[in-house]
T-cell receptor
Framework: GAGVSQSPSNKVTEKGKDVELRCDPI?????LYWYRQSLGQGLEFLIY????????KSGLPSDRFSAERTGGSVSTLTIQRTQQEDSAVYLC???????????FGDGTRLSIL | GIQVEQSPPDLILQEGANSTLRCNFS?????LQWFHQNPWGQLINLFY???GTKQNGRLSATTVATERYSLLYISSSQTTDSGVYFC????????????FGKGTKLTVNP
């Protein structure tokens, strides 16, 4: 597509539920990144993919967080057993390849009640 | 890991004024990018500038990699320039991920 597309744009769920966030990168971009931004804060790196592999998962906050990318395109970030501290905006970015300019989607605003 | 410090944290300008935002980093970098996050939360890539100088309209950026800093210049500021400006770097020899500074919040008043 023309830009990075994320869905849903907003998600409200109850504590303890699982959520899936989706990112569709710019067509032809091989690198894909997930970040988290809490209210009024900077961006916290979570994970990145080069193709379908994730060389660096060090930013995932806990084992409740996981991500996958299939077909070198769409990625899904899954949070299991959500907690209130998971409330944040989850941002996805893509680039032609790792180390190149990153372009961001509009994010998914996640609220855990 | 690499540290990224941005200054000033907050900046208020009158429309038409010029400004300089600074980004200091603690280690050698492969990659440095400047982003603007508008008041609606959208992040726009302004510059990919691991070294040297680039200009795009009223904005320009300079990175002096040997001295570990980058500057973003905004000339003739407009109200639409308001938002948060982030500097992000990728450390040499480290993981291929961007580490973001805490940002400079710019408010341009009419």
């Amino acid at each position: 597509g023309a830009g990075v597309s994320q869905s849903p744009s907003n998600k409200v769920t109850e504590k303890g539920k699982d959520v899936e966030l989706r990112c569709d990168p710019i067509s032809g971009h091989t690198a894909l990144y997930w970040y988290r931004q809490s209210l009024g804060q900077g961006l916290e790196f979570l994970i990145y993919f080069q193709g379908n592999s994730a060389p660096d998962k060090s930013g995932l906050p806990s084992d409740r967080f996981s991500a996958e990318r299939t077909g070198g395109s769409v990625s899904t970030l899954t949070i299991q057993r959500t907690q209130q501290e998971d409330s944040a905006v989850y941002l996805c970015a893509s680039s032609f390849r790792v180390g190149q300019p990153q372009h961001f989607g509009d994010g998914t605003r996640l609220s855990i009640l | 890991g690499i540290q990224v410090e941005q200054s000033p944290p907050d900046l208020i300008l009158q429309e038409g004024a010029n400004s300089t935002l600074r980004c200091n980093f603690s280690d050698s970098v492969n990659n440095l990018q400047w982003f603007h996050q508008n008041p609606w939360g959208q992040l726009i890539n302004l510059f990919y500038i691991p070294s040297g100088t680039k200009q795009n309209g009223r904005l320009s950026a300079t990175t002096v990699a040997t001295e570990r800093y980058s500057l973003l210049y905004i000339s003739s500021s407009q109200t639409t320039d308001s938002g948060v400006y982030f500097c992000a770097v990728e450390s040499q020899g480290g993981s291929e991920k961007l580490v973001f500074g805490k940002g400079t919040k710019l408010t341009v008043n009419p």
